[in-house]
């Protein structure tokens, strides 16, 4: 007698296996990532194990001071450098043993790529919707078909009546909305921006940060942006700060009604504890503390307290 099968108790477990395996079911994980440049003689270490991760429809933003790192990770993300050690996924796609074919395929398919400088992301010959119909071209899907989608992009991002211009004709913060649309014009499952508002003023970094909130909230499409410009706080619900090659803090947003019924923005910060145990403190804790080799530290039920090590005040 052939015994029944209980699918739920096959799922509970393959769930459970999920949660044991870092990362689980997000749609980015980056474990324990190392990159090492050779330059000359030297050996430049970018990365330093960094570990993160993203879920799916998430819009967070990357921060960090200039050598940090955060370049180096968008480019390992994005399938334009590849990884010395460690693992790194995207949407079911191991990046670092990839293979050519593979890697061409995760990038026309998978991501869609949104550069700091205008003149990398359009094609100055082409007008707008010719320039967000490209990609669908090269895919194979042309005529009437590709042109709707690419004019339901130029309206996503509010630009549907400027399809007839080319991007000389249009504003920095114009073209880099025609960048977006194009970068979504394969349906990508995740959107990286590397520095979008860096070319631009205030007002118009405010309009294409606002598109882009749109575009998540709309497409579904994860949004992973790099960037110096403070006004993406006001934007996304999580920031991750990298320093040497790490993450070191992340900022949480959320939002509440208070009891007289206005809505107010909550942001937390935590500081990072990696996967061996690992954490960077914040450097104005480290001056304040005067805090330097060794600290000590002691163990309550709730917290842990850091101490300097009073043989180096001696």
């Known amino acids: 007698m052939t015994e029944s099968v209980d699918f739920q108790t096959i799922r509970q477990q393959a769930a459970e296996t999920r949660r044991t395996v870092f990362g689980g079911d997000a749609l980015i994980v980056c474990d324990n990532l190392i990159k090492i ?35 180096t990770l968008l480019n390992i993300l994005g399938g334009l450098d590849v990884p010395t050690a460690g693992n790194v996924k995207v949407a079911g796609y191991e990046l670092l043993n990839m ?39 090269l895919d194979g899907l042309r005529g009437s078909v590709s042109r709707r989608r690419a004019m339901d992009l130029l309206d ?31 349906a990508p499952r995740v959107l990286f921006a590397d520095e979008p508002t860096g070319e631009l003023d205030t007002k118009t970094s405010n309009e294409v940060f606002e598109v882009m909130a749109r575009v998540n909230a709309e497409e579904g499409v994860t949004i992973v942006v790099v960037t110096h410009d403070p006004l993406v706080a006001g934007h996304v ?6 320093r040497d090659g ?22 937390e910060e935590f500081v990072v504890l990696d996967r061996v145990g690992r954490l960077q403190l914040p450097d104005d804790y ?14 309550d039920p709730d917290h842990i307290n850091v101490y300097r090590d009073s043989n180096d005040a001696q």
Do not use: C
């Not at 050779?38 to 429809?57: F, S, T, W, Y």
């Not at 939002?255 to 107010?264: A, C, F, N, Q």
């Open 37 to 71: 440049y050779k330059v000359g003689e030297l050996e430049v270490v970018a990365l330093q194990g960094l570990d993160l991760l993203v879920e799916n429809g998430e819009f967070i933003a990357i921060v960090g001071a200039s050598g940090s790192g955060k370049s």
């Open 99 to 137: 293979s050519n074919a593979r890697r061409t395929e995760y990038r026309r398919r998978m991501i869609g790529f949104v550069w700091q400088q205008t003149s990398r992301n359009l094609l100055p010959y082409l007008t707008a919707i010719e320039n967000v119909a490209a990609p669908m071209t």
């Open 156 to 186: 996503l991002v509010g630009l549907a009546d400027r399809g007839d211009h080319r991007p000389e004709q249009l504003s920095g913060g114009e073209q880099q909305r025609v960048a977006i649309a194009t970068a979504l014009a394969n």
């Open 237 to 242: 619900r999580r920031t991750v700060s990298i």
């Open 246 to 267: 790490r993450t070191s803090s992340e900022v949480l947003r959320r939002s509440e009604v208070s009891d007289d019924g206005e809505h107010r923005v909550i942001s």
């Open 286 to 299: 480290i001056e304040a503390l005067e805090l330097e080799r060794r600290v000590r530290l002691t163990l």
